[in-house]
């Protein structure tokens, strides 16, 4: 009884302490309240909407247009970050990739004005092969990797590239899910604040012999258009492997793609930004054109 006798007295006590704070408010206003005008962000004028089916349809539409491509590119690399302390960037160099689906896979770096191969990697989808003429060196190993090497280069292997490259299919077992954000982003050009408004798709798989869903991808798109421009690829571990950003899409011939793509790769603080000058689509490869041989007398190295 007592108890509830102390309870009623505070709700009193509280309600005739409102008006008192009401009263106060004015005067707050005047002499303890700063007010600060914000740059409003720039709204974008159509902002379109879709279901995760359509989404799913946009992606394994433009999947199925490309089974081939060859291209003339330019390479960046940088290596490092806030973990390492320290950032490098190496100088632009040329080069070409061949690629053929499933999984069969050419990429040759040039040497700056030599324009003699820097390196020269190749797989047909399970194994690989890279060599480095200037170091009479050669690495052989899986097409993923089993285990992580302290040289962050070693891990940097062509699946990083195929899946890169063109987004894969979502296949009809996949399971899905959307959600939509909006961003607001610093424009470059305009050096204003800019709304970007996005939907992420979300691709999960179940764990075996468990309820756990975990991300296999990520893709997101712009509401603007509604076209992916990155995929955020997980590994089994639920951490974020590799990014790959699309740039604005380019008309290659009869072809729309996008004119550049970066590939981060967080964990190991390694990026390789990829310019396309000439694209070509749908050529008949033929598997020599896959094939590297390794010449006598080069040192090869075995990973796992």
């Known amino acids: 009884m007592q108890k509830r006798v102390i309870q009623s007295g505070l709700q009193r006590y509280d309600w005739l302490k409102m008006p008192a704070m009401l ?8 002499c303890l309240v700063h007010t600060r005008t914000l740059k409003q962000p720039i709204i974008p004028s159509v902002v379109m909407t879709a279901t995760a089916d359509q989404l799913v349809k946009t992606i394994n539409d433009g999947c199925d247009d490309i089974h081939s491509l060859t291209a003339t590119v330019d390479f960046l690399a940088t290596e490092g970050g806030p973990r ?19 999984e069969s896979l050419r990429v040759i770096g040039l040497v700056p004005v ?9 797989t047909d989808g399970t194994t690989f ?5 200037h170091y009479n060196k050669a690495i052989e190993g899986p ?5 992580e090497s302290s040289n962050t280069l070693e891990n940097f292997r062509p699946n990083v590239f195929s899946d890169s490259l063109l987004i894969k299919c979502i296949s009809p077992d996949d399971l899905v899910t959307l959600t939509s954000e909006t961003k607001t982003q610093l ?13 992420d798709l979300t691709v999960v798989r179940r764990k075996e012999n468990s309820q756990e869903l975990t991300p296999e ?3 997101h798109f712009s509401r603007i258009d509604l076209q992916p421009f990155q995929v955020d690829i997980y590994d089994p571990k639920g951490a974020i492997q590799t990014i790959a950003t699309y740039g604005p899409l380019q008309t290659f011939g009869a072809t729309k793609f996008p004119g550049t793509i970066t590939i981060k790769r967080p964990l190991e603080e390694l990026q390789i930004g990829i310019t396309f000058s000439k694209l070509t689509v749908n050529l008949p490869l033929q598997d ?8 006598k007398g080069v040192t090869v190295q075995k990973l796992e």
Do not use: C
């Open 288 to 295: 020599n054109q896959f094939d590297l041989d390794i010449p």
């Open 187 to 199: 424009d470059i050009k305009s050096k204003q604040m800019v709304e970007k408004p996005e939907y």
């Open 84 to 102: 390492k302390g320290k950032e490098r960037t190496f100088t632009s160099f040329s080069g070409y990739i061949v690629l053929r689906k499933p």
């Open 129 to 133: 092969k890279l060599l480095i003429p």
């Open 23 to 30: 009263l106060l408010l004015p005067m707050l206003n005047g």
């Open 217 to 219: 991808r990520v893709i």
């Open 114 to 122: 030599l324009r003699t191969k820097a390196f020269d990697m190749a």
């Open 143 to 147: 097409n993923t990797v089993t285990k």
